[in-house]
């Protein structure tokens, strides 16, 4: 069944009002009611739910700038077009500033303005899904907290709490598994940007075809099966931070555009003309040497320099096993969900600490999880961590 939106035509001329309700309900797309004041119409958008509203400017009682205002206050999705009998730029730049998705001049063609109501509820789909995405990924973004009371890890979080304080670009050294993403969103909870999105990408997770797209979005019909123009994760990010992760594995080809966009904030989506601005704070993580990859004209030398401005290296869990008993603790309560975190008997935990942990912090998550799942008791012993199977060769 085609889905079915719901307008309100705002308008003191009854016939004319009365006549476009009869155009738009020829298809079945529309459901289309009316007010004939802006009193009533403020009284409609109390009780439903609009897609689009049809706005005339000038009204007995309550005119359109009033209603509008109550539209963005009341009704934020809803997408407003003013119809005004009045060519007046200053207007449409007013309304556009108060919300107004579209001005159009009366007389106006019904053609153009079905046009202007497709295009709004395409706005409209594509502010929903931006939202629904920013919600995900803070969900994704998962917890800031930082495990870990040894000389090592204090010292990484004196140093990262002092560049959080700044809007400076950081980048984060450190083998797989280290925090690096810990770190990452450590920063951004300290920072100035703490209350707007902190987007995390994975770069070396994205083909290389997909992470331009996916880094900063592509027009409709950019590519096959771009149906809908997408915004990209830098819009997704505006106001918070970016973290890319892995930014070693970033292509020559999408290189020089994080260049681009790091040196003036600026970028175009994949198959669009039109150069877009994002307010994002950049932080990103490797594991490989960027100098060494620099030197091989794997990576670019003036987009490492831009990266670099502060660094924070993260020890491996081998050098800070004195925050095992720490950590453990918190991935038992971490992984037990709703149920009565399990304890693990002393033996058990000293096995971890003399382990290697060539898979460092992750690795132990993974060994804690499996134990939890593998233990017929309330308690974890040495043999239940399985840590030979997890043995380097």
């Not at 006549?19 to 958008?45: M, P, W």
């Not at 963005?72 to 200053?90: C, G, K, R, T, V």
């Not at 095992?324 to 975190?341: A, C, H, N, T």
């Not at 382990?355 to 308690?379: F, K």
Request: proline content about 4%; overall charge negative; aromatic content about 6%.
């Amino acid at each position: 069944m085609p889905q079915r939106f719901n307008i309100l035509i705002v308008d003191d001329e009854e016939s004319l009002t009365t006549i476009l309700r009869e155009e738009l309900q020829r298809s079945s797309t529309y459901e289309v009611d009316l007010a004939f004041d802006g009193v009533e119409a403020i009284n409609l958008i109390q009780k439903k739910l609009y897609d689009v509203v049809l706005l005339d400017f000038k009204m007995p009682r309550v005119d359109g700038k009033e209603v509008l205002k109550f539209v963005q206050e009341h009704s934020p999705a809803s997408q407003a077009i003013i119809l005004s009998s009045f060519a007046d730029l200053q207007l449409a730049v007013e309304m556009t500033k108060l919300g107004a998705y579209d001005v159009l001049r009366k007389p106006y063609d019904i053609n153009e303005l079905e046009q202007n109501i497709a295009r709004a509820l395409e706005r409209k789909k594509l502010s929903t899904e931006n939202k629904l995405l920013q919600e995900e990924l803070q969900r994704k973004a998962g917890s800031s907290e930082v495990i870990g009371n040894s000389k090592a890890m204090l010292d990484v979080l004196s140093f990262a709490k002092r560049v959080a304080e700044s809007d400076s670009v950081v980048l984060i050294l450190g083998a797989s598994g280290t925090g690096k993403e810990v770190i990452a969103n450590y920063i951004h909870k300290h920072s100035l940007r703490y209350s707007n999105p902190f987007v995390p990408v994975n770069c070396s997770s994205i083909p290389d075809a997909l992470l331009e797209s996916e880094l900063f979005g592509h027009e409709k019909g950019a590519f096959t099966n771009a149906y809908a123009a997408k915004p990209g994760l830098v819009e997704m990010a505006n106001g918070g931070t970016l973290f890319l992760d892995e930014v070693g594995d970033i292509s020559q080809t999408v290189q020089p555009k994080l260049l681009r966009f790091l040196e003036n904030g600026t970028f175009r989506r994949v198959g669009g003309t039109n150069e877009l601005h994002a307010n994002v704070r950049v932080l990103s993580a490797t594991n490989k040497n960027l100098q060494e990859e620099s030197r091989l004209g794997k990576f670019r030398e003036d987009l490492l320099y831009r990266l670099n401005v502060f660094t924070i290296k993260m020890p491996f869990l081998k050098d800070h096993l004195d925050d095992i008993p720490e950590l453990v603790d918190f991935f038992l309560q971490k992984k037990s969900k709703s149920r009565q975190p399990k304890k693990i008997c002393k033996e058990a935990l000293n096995a971890l600490m003399m382990y290697n942990w060539p898979g460092n912090i992750r690795e132990l998550e993974h060994v804690i999880e499996r134990a939890i799942i593998l233990s017929s008791g309330d308690i974890i012993e040495t043999h239940d961590l399985h840590l030979t199977d997890h043995q380097p060769e």
